[in-house]
């Protein structure tokens, strides 16, 4: 059995236990543990480290839900307030098994970036400027080819969320058709 691990203040472990993961972690004084059921294998462990850093995140921005079912991916009566990074964790989850490493990594890079954006901004209050102002954003990060693939990744995961009836629109659906990706130059070839 592997050794329990303390967290810091506002963090997360993410730990296993007889071959399946679990997250532990204090808030207000008061101990949470659960297992999102996932394999102890490289994909199953990028998912878990990305649920991790969601529930630090919405513990430091006042979004934590202390009933967990943010987390354990449980419906609450229909449409649910969920941020952006809490709608792309659950799509890499679902993928986790679908998926190859280093896609989760990506899943997980993107999440990042739109939970730097944007922290506490709910999916229901993305419209189409919100999607505008992150692809500036974005482009000022990574290249536009990059950019283009984190709206792919984004534009899923919120039709997901659609499918799922979490969320109701999906406002980076324009976005995708609209992005443009400058051409890139051909080398020159030398002259005979």
């Known amino acids: 059995m592997a ?3 303390k967290a810091k203040a506002g963090s997360v472990v993410v730990f296993e236990r007889n071959q399946l993961l679990s997250l532990r972690w204090s808030w207000r004084g008061k101990r949470y543990q659960f297992s999102p059921k996932l394999q102890a294998d490289v994909i ?3 998912a878990a480290e990305m649920r991790a850093r969601q529930i630090e995140i919405d513990m430091a921005t006042g979004q934590f839900d202390p009933t967990l079912a943010k987390y354990k991916g449980e419906l609450v009566q229909g449409v649910r307030p969920m941020t952006g990074q809490t709608l792309l964790t659950e799509f890499a989850e679902a993928k986790a ?4 490493a280093k896609t989760l990594e990506k899943y997980e890079h993107v999440g990042k970036k739109l939970a730097k954006f944007s922290r506490t901004k709910l ?3 993305c419209t189409e ?3 505008i102002l992150f692809r500036d954003y974005l482009l000022t990060q990574v290249s536009p080819i990059s950019a283009a693939e984190y709206f792919s ?3 899923a995961a919120w039709e997901r969320g659609i499918s799922r009836g979490w969320i109701q629109s999906n406002p980076w659906t324009a976005m995708i058709s609209g992005f443009r990706i400058p051409p890139t130059e051909s080398p ?3 002259t005979c």
């Open 3 to 5: 050794a329990k691990s």
């Open 44 to 46: 199953g462990k990028a």
């Open 97 to 100: 098994k679908l998926v190859a």
């Open 123 to 125: 999916v229901s209050d």
């Open 129 to 131: 400027r919100t999607t």
């Open 153 to 155: 990744v984004i534009n």
């Open 188 to 190: 020159s070839l030398p």
